[in-house]
């Protein structure tokens, strides 16, 4: 069974940095791409980066090119989200979640773990 649990969030001030882990269970980390995603209060899912399963090859969403980068550790069956120059418009519950093949998939939304909060206020 595929399990994953988000950890870093929390509350930080505009401009300030947190990085989100991702620990991953239950399936072969290092065969499958990775995204994160996130879910604004009153908004829909959003996806915001992924990266495929070697972890060479990342891409971002245009809002958060540039300021957040993606990475992971298949030795420690791992995903991270480094965030930078967080802006309020960041705030949102962050989910990491398991791709349906070594390369990032558009579109698809796979398994999520139970995601961990992100508020970027002064």
């Known amino acids: 069974e595929v399990h994953l649990v988000e950890s870093g969030g929390g509350l930080v001030q505009p401009g300030g940095s947190l990085r989100l882990s991702c620990a991953a269970s239950?399936?072969?980390?290092?065969?499958?791409?990775m995204s994160w995603f996130r879910q604004a209060p009153g908004k829909g899912l959003e996806w915001v980066s992924g990266?495929?399963?070697?972890?060479?090859?990342?891409h971002y969403d245009w809002s958060v090119k540039g300021r957040f980068t993606i990475s992971r550790d298949n030795a420690k069956d791992t995903l991270y989200l480094q965030m930078n120059n967080l802006k309020p418009e960041d705030t949102a519950i962050y989910y990491c979640?398991?791709?349906?093949?070594?390369?990032?998939?558009?579109?698809?939304?796979?398994?999520r773990g139970q995601g961990t909060q992100v508020t970027v206020s002064s």
């Open positions: 239950g399936f072969i980390f290092s065969s499958f791409a």
């Open positions: 979640a398991k791709d349906r093949s070594s390369v990032v998939s558009d579109g698809y939304v796979g398994v």
């Open positions: 990266i495929n399963s070697a972890g060479d090859w990342p």
